[in-house]
């Protein structure tokens, strides 16, 4: 080699190491930008724009994993139905193949026409993976100023795609996260609503002995009982469910337990039936819009000077009345469907006498669907078992 030759030669290494040591630079840069962002979309997005500079791409497309299909999320120039028409080995198409085999495909000279017209000279396929996992696949077709994908640019490429899948991780956790706080937030939100509306403390009425006891699950439901003073000798208890959770649930109850104390208000000698319609048609016609949530409702009133029990059943599960000189348990059923779904029902009002040692067990589905360490439910029979005990 003649001194011009070497002179040449080192020249070339020192162009050449200068313009990696400028796109190492660089990739940093774009590193930097990438995993700064906190919103997949706008991740990929970026990347994509990145990547097809990065390697001098003509066109490109970002396929991410989702329920275990991969997915496309960014296209620039090509589709990913002509992506997935791309079959490579193993019957299987590039992009899965890259995908689930965690490798970087690199063809050349393939020099192949779609039906749409596109011209396919060389494809680089990219896995987008971190240590524990493959996120998806990063394809660039052909290169906008012809010729081949260099090793170049698979080692860029792949070194872009590091940040891009922490990028993308973390923008996953902490969609997850928002996501978390804001179910913690309404459900915050909700047992404020119920505790505001169920009753803090239980007047006294002579010759009577009133319990209650709400214990939430897991979630915030929409539970609720009232316990309303008429007079000194008469009183009325209502419980019910929504059929719902959350927010939503708790705002529906609040709604149920205000209309029903404003009718009581206006009307206090109004009958347990004719209250039920009045609640059902105001739920229905103004208060629930969604046909999946309805409220179930179960309304008695007690004359303790007549010794007289009215009720009425609205899709609730049915009251148990302990007959102390019958000594048995007693279904009370008598009532009508759901409210809050069909305007103009009509309800029937069940009547029953009242003695001394008489009582009353109202529950919602929570007592009976509760289940020990083993699964097992709670179950109705042992509800009435531990009711009827003395």
Not at 283 to 306: G, N, S
């Amino acid at each position: 080699m003649t001194p011009a030759e070497q002179t040449a030669t080192i020249e070339g290494l020192e162009a050449r190491l200068a313009t990696r040591k400028a796109q190492l630079a660089d990739l940093a840069t774009m590193g930097a930008v990438i995993t700064a962002i906190l919103e997949i979309d706008a991740v990929l997005s970026v990347t994509m724009d990145m990547a097809l500079r990065l390697v001098d791409g003509e066109v490109g497309l970002i396929l991410i994993e989702e329920n275990g299909e991969l997915q496309p999320k960014i296209s620039w120039g090509v589709s990913g139905d002509f992506v997935k028409s791309l079959l490579y080995e193993d019957g299987l198409d590039l992009s899965t193949y890259c995908f689930e085999k965690r490798e970087t495909i690199v063809l050349s000279d393939l020099d192949i026409v779609s039906s749409d017209g596109i011209v396919l000279n060389s494809v680089i396929a990219c896995p987008i993976q971190t240590r524990d996992r493959c996120l998806g696949v990063m394809i660039i077709i052909n290169k906008s100023s012809g010729g081949r994908h260099t090793s170049e640019d698979r080692e860029g490429l792949g070194m872009l795609l590091n940040f891009v899948a922490v990028a993308v991780e973390n923008a996953g956790l902490i969609k997850d996260k928002l996501a978390q706080q804001k179910v913690a937030q309404e459900m915050a939100i909700a047992r404020q609503v119920q505790e505001t509306i169920l009753p803090q403390d239980i007047d006294d009425m002579l010759g009577v002995e009133i319990g209650a006891v709400y214990f939430p699950a897991r979630e915030v439901g929409g539970d609720f009982y009232e316990i309303l003073k008429l007079d000194d000798r008469r009183f009325m208890t209502v419980i019910g469910d929504v059929s719902n959770k959350g927010v939503p649930a708790a705002l529906v109850m609040s709604a149920c337990s205000g209309i029903i104390k404003t009718v009581l208000a206006s009307d206090p000698k109004i009958g347990v039936s004719k209250l039920a319609e009045t609640v059902n048609n105001l739920m229905a016609e103004q208060i629930i819009k969604e046909r999946e949530m309805f409220v179930t409702l179960f309304f008695c009133r007690f004359d303790l000077e007549a010794q007289e029990l009215t009720y009425c059943n609205a899709g609730h599960i049915p009251g148990l009345l302990w007959g102390r000189e019958r000594g048995r348990i007693e279904e009370l059923t008598e009532g009508g469907p759901i409210l809050g779904q069909f305007a103009g029902i009509q309800y029937q009002q069940g009547e029953h006498p009242l003695a001394p040692g008489d009582r009353l067990f109202l529950f919602t589905d929570g007592l009976t669907e509760a289940m020990d360490e083993e699964g097992q439910l709670f179950g109705r029979e042992r509800a009435e078992q531990v009711f009827s005990s003395e």
